[in-house]
């Protein structure tokens, strides 16, 4: 069983920065990606930043530039850094991870950009 655990969500002006959290517990193992999707009211799911087991990173096109992953291993936990926020990047941000082609989710973490 996988447990993921988000924090950090909230409420931001326009250019403005929120840091999201996912600690990951459980029976994760060593070999995995985290990453955040977010989904916003009548929108599918996306990808937003994903981190392989090895340190690689992919981002959306969307958020290239603004965003940052990063993960520590020691706490199976990994970060989203989010700057210059946007009007279009409200959402419900859900953390996730990959493992042995098993998806696992958190419960999600609300982000509002308005002024």
């Known amino acids: 069983q996988v447990q993921l655990v988000e924090s950090g969500g909230g409420l931001v002006q326009p250019g403005g920065s929120l840091r999201l959290s996912c600690a990951a517990s459980?029976?994760?193992?060593?070999?995995?990606?985290m990453g955040w999707f977010r989904q916003a009211p009548g929108k599918q799911r996306e990808l937003v930043a994903r981190?392989?087991?090895?340190?690689?990173?992919n981002y959306a096109d969307s958020v290239k530039g603004r965003f940052t992953i990063s993960r520590d291993h020691a706490k199976n936990t990994v970060y989203l850094q989010m700057n210059s926020l946007k009007p279009e990047d409200p959402a419900v941000y859900y953390c996730?991870?990959?493992?042995?082609?098993?998806?696992?989710w958190g419960q999600g973490t609300q982000v509002t950009v308005s002024s």
């Open positions: 996730n991870l990959q493992r042995q082609s098993i998806d696992y």
């Open positions: 459980g029976s994760i193992g060593s070999i995995y990606a």
């Open positions: 981190v392989s087991s090895g340190g690689r990173r």
